[in-house]
Each structure stands twice: as C-alpha cells, then as structure tokens.
T-cell receptor, first 115, second 113 residues
Framework: GAVVSQHPSRVICKSGTSVKIECRSL??????MFWYRQFPKKSLMLMAT?????????EQGVEKDKFLINHASLTLSTLTVTSAHPEDSSFYIC???????????FGEGSRLTVL | QQQVKQSPQSLIVQKGGIPIINCAYE??????FPWYQQFPGKGPALLIA?????SEKKEGRFTISFNKSAKQFSLHIMDSQPGDSATYFC????????????FGIGTKLQVIP
C-alpha cells in the first residue's frame, strides 16, 4: 500500500507554545488529506479536511484558529496546534486519500503531550 | 448522528477461532467500505475494502461480507492468531471528490493463545 509519513511521532511541549505536525504522502499525490484526533480507547474523530491549494474544512466544534492546517503541496499537509494547553494532549493522526480508488492511507500518528 | 454502527466493542476469541465484527450504515450514497487495523500507539492500516457491487471479498485470512439491501457488512478473520489482537475499525465513504470517511466506534479484538 501507499506510504504516508507523519512527523514527529512524539512531542512534548510547554503550555502556551505551538507545535507543528507534518503529514507527507511519499509515493502518491494527495489532493485531500484528513486530520484526526484520537482519545484513548476511542474511535478517530475527524478534525478537518485539508484540500491542496484551498482553505481547510473544519468539523463542527473544532477551533480553526487553534488548529491551523496548511496543505501547500500535493504531498504535504501540516497541522499546527497553537498556544497548546494540557487539554490538547492527544494522539493526532493524518491520512491521505488516493483519489483513483478512494483508499485512505494513514500516518503513524503523533502523540502530543502538553505540560 | 452515528452513520456507521459497529459491534461488538470488544471481542475475545481463542487462537484458531473466527471472530466476526459487524457494521451497519445509513447513507445509501456510500460506495466504499474499508476495514482498518490499529495497534496501540500506531496509526490505522488499511486491511481490506469492498465496493457495493460485490457481496464478498477475501484477502488471505480476512473476508468481508456485504449485504447491500440490509446496509450491513462484516469482517471475518479466519484461523485467528494472537498477532491479530488489535482494534478494528469499519468505515464508509464515497470515493469521489473530497468525501470524508465515516468510522465505526471500533472493536478491540483479543486472540488468546
């Protein structure tokens, strides 16, 4: 299957700082990427849909000014958690959609811990 | 509104058994039904997927059964192994455009040696 690389896999930061997570599709171009948040023992919660060259579409209840998403190229989308607080600590996962088949390939996830 | 209902939430089987996980969807516009396997601390990995024009798809020990009229689909794991212990998510979406994928709640499977 296709490969989606997510970096960093783990990050610890102080409250009030910003953290950027990168999601790259390594062997295919992805017009659409998705960002999810997953709480322990829970399903994936879609945060936003990232479309190359346009503004991201955020799900209801997700603060777009707090979770900045940029999809600058067909192989890279970034999620920036701004002014992070302990309640933002979570497992963030990106995915890239292979347009021809609709298959969704996931990154390995990023564990964010805000102290 | 939960568009994809998944059950059971947890499942324990003996090695060699055949765990079955069921999902039901509501939106008849969905035309792509994947299953994902997730190990702790890792992102989900695509396991197998089916389109509504077939009733069954098999890949190795994993089989999807699809019932379009009932709007249900299920995952069967033949000859289950301890290494299959993971959380499994069913999902549904539309292939075209920017359609997002709707996930089930997940099933934590434990295969006992």
């Amino acid at each position: 299957g296709a490969v989606v690389s997510q970096h960093p896999s783990r990050v610890i930061c102080k409250s009030g700082t910003s953290v950027k997570i990168e999601c790259r599709s390594l062997d295919f171009q992805a017009t659409t990427m998705f960002w999810y948040r997953q709480f322990p023992k829970k399903s994936l919660m879609l945060m936003a849909t990232s479309n190359e060259g346009s503004k991201a579409t955020y799900e209801q209840g997700v603060e777009k000014d707090k979770f900045l998403i940029n999809h600058a190229s067909l192989t890279l989308s970034t999620l920036t958690v701004t002014s992070a607080h302990p309640e933002d600590s979570s497992f963030y996962i990106c995915s890239a959609k292979f347009e021809n088949t609709g298959e969704l390939f996931f990154g390995e996830g990023s564990r964010l811990t805000v102290l | 509104q939960q568009q994809v209902k998944q059950s059971p939430q947890s499942l324990i089987v003996q090695k060699g058994g055949i765990p079955i996980i069921n999902c039901a969807y509501e939106n008849t516009a969905f035309d792509y039904f994947p299953w994902y396997q997730q190990f702790p601390g890792k992102g989900p990995a695509l396991l197998i997927a089916i389109r509504p024009d077939v009733s069954e798809k098999k890949e190795g020990r994993f089989t999807i059964s699809f019932n379009k009229s009932a709007k249900q689909f299920s995952l069967h794991i033949m000859d289950s192994q301890p290494g299959d212990s993971a959380t499994y998510f069913c999902a549904a979406s539309r292939i075209g455009g920017y359609q997002k994928v709707t996930f089930g709640i997940g099933t934590k499977l434990q295969v006992i040696p």
